[in-house]
Structure formats: structure tokens, C-alpha cells
């Protein structure tokens, strides 16, 4: 799973989603428990790839949920 362009890691990204709705599609929830977290590593790659720290990431889109719909998600 590395890449030497980021095309290649939103690639996998698209791959992953994929095989999530697939899962979905068939109510294979072990499935879909194992595709979201293959989405999530793939997305946590693409953080990787860009430099930027996907923990600090989250927590920035947790803070703008809570600002947005008043509500806290910690």
C-alpha cells in the first residue's frame, strides 16, 4: 500500500468504498465491518501520503460537527 502518486491511494480509496457497498448490498455485516475498516486504513494512507496527521484530521471534522449541530461526539 504505498504509492509514489496520490492517484494511486484514492484509487484504493474508490476500491475500498466499492467493496463497502458490496457488503452492504448483500447484509454481509461481518463484511461490512471489514470493508469500513479497510476504507478507513486506506483513508488514513492518503493522510500519510499528504503529510498530514489524520488524528488532528478527525478531531478538526469532530469540532466542526459539534459547532455545526451542537452536539459533542467525544
Do not use: C, Y
Not at 500500500?1 to 448483500?26: C, N, P
Not at 478507513?40 to 494512507?45: E, G, P, Q, T
Not at 488524528?55 to 459547532?67: P, T, W
Amino acid at each position: 500500500f504505498d504509492w509514489t502518486v496520490e492517484t494511486g491511494v484514492l484509487a484504493k480509496i474508490r476500491e475500498e468504498l466499492q467493496e463497502l457497498q458490496a457488503a452492504m448490498d448483500s447484509q454481509d455485516l461481518e463484511g461490512v465491518s471489514e470493508e469500513m475498516g479497510d476504507l478507513l486504513f486506506s483513508v488514513v494512507n492518503l493522510a500519510r501520503f499528504r503529510r498530514a496527521d489524520p488524528e488532528i484530521l478527525m478531531a478538526r471534522a469532530n469540532d466542526k460537527f459539534e459547532k455545526r449541530f451542537g452536539k459533542r461526539v467525544r
